[in-house]
């Protein structure tokens, strides 16, 4: 049997609308500092702008508006996409050149 919170489900609602208050403020005044941010971890103006879109899903996420400021908070969670995403291509690089080397060493064998 489940009972419900009215109080907690009321806190959630306000914290999600805060969270959507604080993100827009921060879009409309930090989003360009944050896509140079990305820009110059991923030399890539395409993967920053996903980078940026993406830290912002991460912040709308949050169960709660983080305190300090959220501006630098926001610029730790662009820095954490981009350290992923290099990773991911990294990762992505040794994958393909395994797979090369693999297929290379199998072209003088019979059952390749």
């Known amino acids: 049997m489940s009972t419900s919170n009215p109080s907690s489900s009321k806190s ?49 996420e949050l169960s709660e508006l983080p305190s300090g400021n959220v501006a630098h908070y926001m610029g730790a969670i662009v820095a954490r996409v981009c350290r992923d995403r290099l990773r991911t291509r990294s990762f992505d690089g040794v994958l393909r050149a395994a797979s090369r080397a693999l297929l290379k060493k199998g072209e003088g064998s019979p059952d390749a």
Do not use: G, I, P
Not at 30 to 39: I, M, N, P, V
């Open 12 to 60: 959630m609602t306000e914290t999600s609308k805060a969270l959507r208050k604080a993100a827009d403020l921060l879009y409309r005044t930090e989003s360009a500092k944050l896509r140079k941010k990305a820009h110059a971890l991923l030399r890539n103006e395409a993967d920053a702008e996903d980078a940026v879109q993406e830290a912002f899903v991460v912040f709308l």
